[in-house]
């Protein structure tokens, strides 16, 4: 490499440090699992942010990482190519358009895996992937069986201010894994070093689009909130997000019985279902509770808590892409 261009990718590392955060990818080192699955996810969210696809397995490892990163996932398949995918909102992109985008992160052949490969996609209209057009798919050669930092870079076009989608994928024989982490796509040709946050922002960043306000994992005493009846068997009480969402969440709740109980005036009361009545992306959001409840009585202040007898029920908010 000659001096000149050894200056202008100096350069270009300076320009692209004094921007601030420049990881478009949030929870990279995937480090935040709000959801709290650490294995067997062949479809859907894993990790925050990261969704995976055309797997048969999938596992949250936190040994034989690289020493920069405590906490990497492996995803396995059997036939076709698994996935591991982190789309990117439309307001985070706004400034990219003509501009080229590196990804960078580690990865390995945990067994069997061969070839590796990075694509970039972007989205049919705003934040909607109902279709979605790739830029395209670059294959990175041979997966060691080492963690190795491998990289690919993209130019973006005017569509892809609607939002952006990282692929990681890989083809392998019989039953195939791979492991990824270090995940980062920032402006600019050049990779710079992983940017690590403190876990409360990297936190922060992912409660943006998904945030647990009760779950049975965390003990079955786990609260909701306060709220009061307003009649014997319902109850409303306001839940407020930690920082604003990304658009109104949905709820996701556990069916069954007794899941949730209410202390009222010494009496506990129990209910099985729990809906939104109603919600924003930034403000109170109203639950009601109902549908087994029996002893309430209307007006009367109560506290809400997870109820029954295992671990499984929660209160989840999602406002994913």
């Not at 270009?12 to 935040?32: F, H, Q, Y």
């Not at 992160?105 to 979605?132: E, I, M, P, R």
């Amino acid at each position: 490499m000659t001096k000149a261009r050894e200056l202008a990718k100096l350069g270009e590392v300076i320009t692209n440090s004094s921007k601030g955060r420049t990881n478009l990818i949030i929870n990279g080192d995937m480090a935040i699992n709000q959801r709290g699955v650490t294995s067997g996810v062949t479809s859907g969210y894993f990790v925050d942010r990261f969704t995976l696809s055309g797997c048969s397995a999938s596992a949250v490892i936190t040994s034989n990482t690289p020493t920069e990163f405590p906490t990497a996932i492996t995803v396995s398949a059997t036939s076709g190519n698994p996935i591991v995918t982190q789309k990117i909102e439309s307001k985070s992109v706004q400034h990219l358009s003509g501009k080229v985008v590196t990804a960078s992160f580690f990865a390995k052949n945990v067994s069997n895996a061969t070839t590796l490969y990075a694509s970039l996609q972007y989205a049919g209209s705003a934040d909607n992937w109902s279709s979605s057009t790739t830029i395209s798919e670059q294959n990175l050669g041979t997966l060691s069986s080492d963690w190795v930092k491998y990289t690919a870079s993209w130019t973006v076009p005017s569509g892809g201010l609607n939002g952006l989608q990282l692929n990681i994928l890989c083809a392998g024989s019989s039953t195939f894994t791979m492991g990824v982490t270090g995940v980062m796509l920032q402006e600019g040709s050049v990779s710079t070093p992983f940017e690590h946050l403190s876990h409360a922002e990297s936190l922060a960043l992912c409660q943006r689009y998904f945030f647990v306000l009760a779950d049975g994992t965390r003990g079955m005493n786990d609260h909701l909130g306060s709220g009061h009846y307003y009649g014997a068997s319902g109850i409303y009480f306001s839940a407020f997000p930690p920082v604003e969402m990304r658009a109104t969440p949905t709820m996701i709740t556990t069916s069954g019985s007794n899941h949730y109980i209410a202390f009222s005036a010494g009496v506990a009361d129990h209910f099985d279902t729990l809906g939104l009545g109603g919600a924003t992306s930034r403000s109170a959001i109203e639950i009601v509770s109902g549908s087994s409840g029996t002893s309430g009585t209307v007006g009367n202040p109560c506290f809400l808590r997870l109820g029954g007898t295992s671990n499984t029920a929660k209160a989840h908010f999602n406002a994913e892409l």
